[in-house]
């Protein structure tokens, strides 16, 4: 059974840091591409960053320069470090599993429907 349980998420002042995790099981981890998503009640879910298994990385314009996408294949942990934290970027974040290989060069390797498991979300809210 597929599993991705997401944590780390709270609560910070604008320009603060967290930490998100993501433990996955029932699937082989180490080959399928990994991504964080983000939604808001008054927008569509949409992408932040994502990472293959050759570590390669691809982010969203909300995330490039800020956010850093990592994953421990040992241990089946997906991680995202954000940083600088917005108002904006107050939203569920969702860790999730294309279920396949991919290359995470472009855009495409985001693309939602392609995403196979998905968590529950960690809400992140940043107040300014």
């Known amino acids: 059974q597929v599993q991705l349980v997401e944590s780390g998420g709270g609560s910070v002042q604008a320009g603060g840091s967290l930490r998100l995790s993501c433990a996955a099981s029932?699937?082989?981890?180490?080959?399928?591409?990994m991504g964080w998503f983000r939604q808001t009640p008054e927008k569509e879910r949409e992408g932040g960053a994502v990472?293959?298994?050759?570590?390669?990385?691809f982010y969203a314009e909300n995330a490039k320069g800020r956010f850093t996408i990592s994953r421990d294949n040992r241990r089946s942990i997906l991680y995202l470090q954000m940083t600088d934290l917005q108002p904006e970027d107050t939203a569920m974040y969702y860790c999730?599993?294309?279920?396949?290989?991919?290359?995470?060069?472009?855009?495409?390797?985001?693309?939602?429907?392609?995403?196979?498991?998905w968590g529950q979300g960690t809400q992140v809210t940043v107040s300014s």
């Open positions: 999730a599993s294309k279920g396949q290989f991919c290359r995470a060069t472009s855009s495409m390797a985001m693309e939602l429907n392609d995403y196979k498991y």
């Open positions: 990472i293959d298994s050759g570590e390669h990385s």
């Open positions: 029932g699937f082989t981890y180490v080959n399928y591409c």
